[in-house]
């Protein structure tokens, strides 16, 4: 057995009993592919430019309108010496640092922690950065979440979840939610695609875990056909994730 029919094997993906076989496709029904998910990349694609689009065009001018203005502050003169022990020191040396620093530009110690004092001014992320990021990440969700509700609301598996398991995994995958999955899929690939160029967040490290979590969730949900619980999964934290993101908004507008 070759190494994909291993990976593949049934009884990896599969309740006791089941089989590939038993999901056959014919020309009404149709079962999810894990090829399919290839698409997620262009949807990747697609949405980082779209997301480019509304920050420019609805996202900055609406901040604003709301009054969000960025906070005037002072430049750090260039200095290519000090940049250098700021790449090496960091953002916050230690003040033997700042003093091994000063005697060795022939510079004032007060002058020199000045600069630096400027110098992490200019690192720190502007608010209407802040809040395009946030804007975007809420209209995203404000949108999946209320498609969600409109595709599931008529669903009897919503209402009575032991519907979930009826012939399972022999369950036809409908269109509307195939696409739902990938554009969820898609959102959270260009999430990791654009976390680092976004304003660094104190739990970096635990938004790119989270992120590659997602992916691998939706991807082993879709691929087992898990449709069903997956889209319910994904209803309940996007319903909290755009409450999230709009108190973010209300935090950079104050």
């Known amino acids: 057995m070759g190494l994909s029919e291993e990976l593949w094997h049934h009884q990896y993906w599969l309740p006791p009993g089941a089989t590939w076989e038993d999901m056959k496709e014919s020309a009404d029904t149709h079962y999810p592919k894990p090829q399919d998910l290839w698409l997620c990349l262009p949807g990747a694609l697609l949405l980082i430019v779209v997301r480019c689009i509304f920050e420019r065009t609805i996202a900055l001018p609406l901040g604003r309108t709301l009054g969000v203005r960025d906070k005037r502050r002072p430049k750090a003169q260039p200095s290519a010496t000090l940049e250098g022990f700021y790449k090496l ?146 209803l309940i934290h996007d319903a909290s994730d755009y409450l999230l993101e709009h108190i973010l908004l209300l935090r950079d507008k104050i």
């Open 89 to 234: 020191l960091g953002r916050t040396p230690k003040e033997g640092d700042l003093i091994s620093v000063a005697k060795q530009s022939g510079l004032p110690v007060r002058t020199v922690q000045t600069w630096f004092r400027h110098r992490r001014a200019q690192d720190h992320p502007r608010l209407t950065k802040r809040f395009c990021e946030a804007s975007w990440r809420f209209t995203f969700y404000f949108t999946s979440f209320f498609s969600g509700v409109a595709l599931l609301y008529d669903k009897p598996w919503v209402w009575d979840h032991t519907v979930c398991w009826l012939r399972y995994p022999q369950q036809p995958l409908l269109p509307a939610l195939g696409w739902f999955y990938l554009l969820e899929l898609s959102f959270y690939c260009s999430l990791v695609v654009t976390l680092p160029f976004d304003v660094k967040r104190k739990d970096f490290k635990e938004q790119i875990i989270h992120h590659i979590a997602t992916i691998t969730l939706i991807f082993v949900s879709y691929c087992a056909n898990l449709i069903r619980l997956g889209v319910m999964i994904m």
